[in-house]
């Protein structure tokens, strides 16, 4: 309910140097104009999906505060104008753009590479208009580029990839999902020419396949390294990742439908330092697979969704082992029964998030899960077959108090007691239904 009339107050402020306004939709043009001459030390704005704001807006604001260092203006405006990316030519300090969802043209982008030497973080994820000559054009000319944001930018190619590889060597995160045009070559330079980089977001690129992964092997400071849906890598490439990149923190490898349990032991025995990982729907994954990632002593969240061969012995290595293991999603493990439930109930006590739906766990051994796990905040029981109302009560109460969120299927609404209901929502917990 935030409108224009707050910023008339706001911009008495002498001392404020972020102001994150996202999602106001009732604030206009006219609010920034209050802003123009006030805050006078403002280093940073975003007024992200705020619908009533237009390029003329942004001008009278950037006008008046030549010091900015930070520009968020995501999901707001229709398009980025010329006379607005002229403006910015005058933020001499300006370093970081973030203008998601908006529509760009090659000029604006050639202009903004031009006139912003000094940007060293882009956010163009979803935006209309961006094609290899317009991405070509902004990274010859903003060659601090450390992290750049290309998510669903579908158009670019290899030719774009090339062009950021030579031309911003210090980079170091890059996001390229849904980027299904870029291939293993692109890949080639990456990993030759950006030996800083730390993060890459390849998620939903078809054409990533193991030769990519050995180039990209090159990079050995990655940290983060997203490959879900990219169904053209096995066991072969991820080994490559392993044996180079020993400093990797988070791997995503969902729907990665040809990883195993030789990937798995390749990544138990190079990437120590694991701390979450992403093998939901990885069928080729066994309780082998599973023994090899006990031996990751960092692992702390560990999504395995849908893996139809691994029982409850996979599931009692893992617990017994990975002490610092936080955030679990289980959902559709159906070959885990009461005995690998019982094991995270008594060996998995940093627990914090579990996802149980659709699994099968008794009424009784549920009741122990939600008593145990003393440090549980959010669990998702939703189509616990073999679980009664009965059960689903007793497990409620033996968490009740602890628990902030609570997920459980709708036909459950009004068969639990409203006494229970009405208890956790009074103590702070969310009930939310599927």
Not at 326 to 343: M, N, P, T, Y
Request: hydrophobic share 40%; with cysteine.
């Amino acid at each position: 309910m935030i409108t224009s009339e707050s910023l008339r107050s706001i911009a008495s402020l002498l001392n404020l140097e972020v102001l994150v306004m996202v999602g106001c939709s009732l604030v206009d043009d006219a609010g920034l104009q209050y802003l123009e001459n006030g805050c006078p030390l403002l280093k940073a704005i975003d007024v992200s999906r705020c619908n009533c704001i237009s390029s003329s807006g942004l001008i009278s604001l950037v006008s008046g505060h030549e010091d900015l260092v930070q520009i968020g203006a995501g999901y707001c405006l229709s398009e980025l104008s010329a006379p607005l990316v002229h403006c910015l030519k005058n933020l001499k300090q300006l370093s970081v753009i973030r203008i998601d969802g908006v529509r760009v043209s090659d000029f604006i982008l050639q202009t903004i590479g031009k006139n912003c030497k000094s940007i060293v973080e882009f956010g163009l994820s979803k935006c209309v208009g961006v094609t290899n000559m317009g991405i070509m054009h902004l990274v010859s000319g903003c060659d601090s580029l450390k992290i750049l944001d290309l998510t669903c930018c579908r158009s670019i190619t290899d030719a774009a990839i090339y062009t950021i590889a030579d031309s911003c060597p210090d980079l170091v995160c890059l996001r390229l999902e849904s980027c299904d045009m870029v291939t293993e070559n692109c890949i080639y330079h990456l990993g030759s020419s950006c030996l800083l980089l730390e993060e890459l977001d390849l998620t939903d690129c078809s054409g990533i396949n193991d030769t990519a992964l050995k180039y990209l092997s090159g990079c050995s400071e990655l940290l983060r390294l997203k490959l879900g849906l990219c169904t053209n890598i096995s066991d072969i490439g991820l080994s490559h990742i392993a044996n180079n990149c020993p400093k990797i923190a988070e791997l995503d490898l969902y729907r990665c439908v040809y990883i195993g349990d030789d990937g798995l032991a390749a990544l138990a025995s190079g990437c120590r330092k694991l701390m979450k990982l992403n093998v939901s729907y990885c069928n080729r994954i066994t309780d082998k697979g599973m023994e090899y990632l006990s031996h990751l002593g960092e692992l702390s969240e560990l999504e395995m969704r849908g893996l139809s061969n691994v029982t409850s012995i996979g599931i009692k290595a893992v617990a017994l082992s990975c002490k610092r293991l936080a955030d679990l999603d289980l959902k559709h493990c159906d070959k885990i029964d009461d005995s690998g439930f019982w094991a995270l109930a008594f060996y998995s006590q940093n627990l914090r998030q579990i996802n149980l739906s659709n699994c099968n766990v008794s009424d009784v051994v549920l009741c122990l899960l939600m008593g145990n796990l003393k440090r549980l905040q959010d669990a998702k029981l939703v189509h616990l077959f073999k679980v009664t109302v009965k059960g689903v009560e007793l497990a409620l109460r033996a968490c009740c108090g602890r628990i902030k969120k609570v997920k459980l299927h709708s036909s459950l609404r009004f068969l639990i007691s409203p006494e229970i209901l009405e208890t956790l929502q009074a103590r702070g917990c969310k009930v939310r239904w599927d």
